[in-house]
């Protein structure tokens, strides 16, 4: 069975720090770009951050720019977002998307409908 599963939210106050990991079953990551997306309350869905299966390259969006960092462990069959400096405006609903490296469209911010498959989200609460 294809599976993306996210984990690592969780309530935190102004200033700290998250680690969100997204892992895959059923297929290999590594030949896999990855995605990470955000939904806030009464907001469309936004790119946040994806990493391509090029090593070395990613993106990230410049509201997060500085803060959040895309990492892959293929041996673990992982994706993580470091996330770092978290206010308010990053309550979310963190999602990550993964689409094959031979359809990866190299274009930037990513396009969520691109993407063959999609965790069922994390919850991201900043908050004092």
């Known amino acids: 069975q294809v599976q993306l599963v996210e984990s690592g939210g969780g309530l935190v106050q102004p200033g700290g720090s998250l680690r969100l990991s997204c892992v895959a079953s059923g297929f290999s990551l590594d030949s896999y770009a990855v995605g990470w997306f955000r939904q806030a309350p009464g907001k469309e869905r936004e790119a946040v951050s994806c990493?391509?299966?090029?090593?070395?390259?990613?993106w990230s969006a410049d509201s997060v720019t500085g803060r959040f960092t895309v990492s892959r462990d293929n041996a673990q069959n992982r994706v993580y977002l470091q996330m770092n400096g978290l206010t308010p405006e990053d309550t979310a609903v963190f999602f990550c998307?993964?689409?094959?490296?031979?359809?990866?469209?190299?274009?930037?911010?990513?396009?969520?409908?691109?993407?063959?498959?999609w965790g069922q989200g994390t919850q991201v609460t900043v908050s004092s």
């Open positions: 990493i391509s299966t090029i090593d070395g390259m990613s």
């Open positions: 998307a993964a689409i094959a490296g031979s359809r990866e469209s190299y274009v930037y911010p990513p396009r969520e409908y691109d993407y063959e498959y």
